[in-house]
């Protein structure tokens, strides 16, 4: 079993709609825990941050995180035609240590 | 800034060919990552370098090879490229480690034939 699951979608929904992101994990050392986005033919770039249960908001994206059932969630509110990209979770054991990536989710919103 | 950079942006090589891809980060940061990306597998971890100086094993090191010239620079090298190794390429670099945020460079697209 891979240590981070993410369905790969594709997802689409319409514009303005709210967009729900998920990911589950099987360790339970994680302790950091990140939501990256990738643009078609671009790398990756860091879109939420947290290392702690409990949510984090950031404009439109809220950040979720259940580490008693080891859950991630990211929402996206008023969802755009330029949210379309690729949504990877990812996490991390430790300060010094390796993170670790789903295999991502590929949204479309539709104009 | 530059940030992260990597070179080349394409590259086609025959089964048994070798070469080195290069990256280069201008933010003075410790750690240094390469990833490849394939369809359906997501971003999986080559080797990495939480240090100057020091080196380990990501999740698929077999048929690749790392240096860490410096703090700025981290390469790649294929010693006999085989087609199961065409894919697109990343390079990252963060702070320290896990807990900070893994700044990636543009990617390099290769194909081996």
């Known amino acids: 079993q891979k240590e981070v699951e993410q369905d790969p979608g594709p997802l689409s929904v319409p514009e303005g709609a709210i967009v729900s992101l998920n990911c589950t994990y099987s360790n339970s050392a994680f302790q950091y825990f990140m939501w990256y986005r990738q643009y078609s033919r671009k790398g990756p770039e860091l879109l939420m941050y947290?290392?702690?249960?409990g949510n984090k908001e950031d404009g439109r994206f809220t950040a979720q995180v259940d580490k008693s059932s080891k859950y991630i969630s990211l929402f996206i509110r008023d969802s755009q035609p330029s949210d379309s990209a690729t949504y990877l979770c990812?996490?991390?054991?430790?300060?010094?240590?390796?993170?670790?990536f789903g295999k991502g989710t590929r949204l479309h919103i539709l104009p | 800034n530059a940030g992260v950079t990597q070179t080349p942006k394409f590259q086609v090589l025959k089964t048994g060919q070798s070469m080195t891809l290069q990256c280069a980060q201008d933010m003075n940061h410790n750690s240094m990552y390469w990833y490849r990306q394939d369809p359906g597998m997501g971003l999986r971890l080559i080797y990495y370098s939480a240090s100057e100086g020091t080196t380990d094993k990501g999740e698929v090191p077999n048929g690749y090879n790392v240096s860490r010239l410096n703090k700025r620079e981290f390469s790649l090298r294929l010693e006999s490229a085989a087609p199961s190794q065409t894919s697109v390429y990343f390079c990252?670099?963060?702070?320290?480690?896990?807990?900070?945020?893994?700044?990636f460079g543009p990617g390099t697209r290769l194909t081996v034939l």
């Open positions: 947290t290392y702690s249960s």
């Open positions: 990252a670099s963060s702070e320290w480690g896990g807990r900070n945020e893994q700044f």
């Open positions: 990812a996490k991390s054991e430790n300060r010094d240590d390796k993170i670790i």
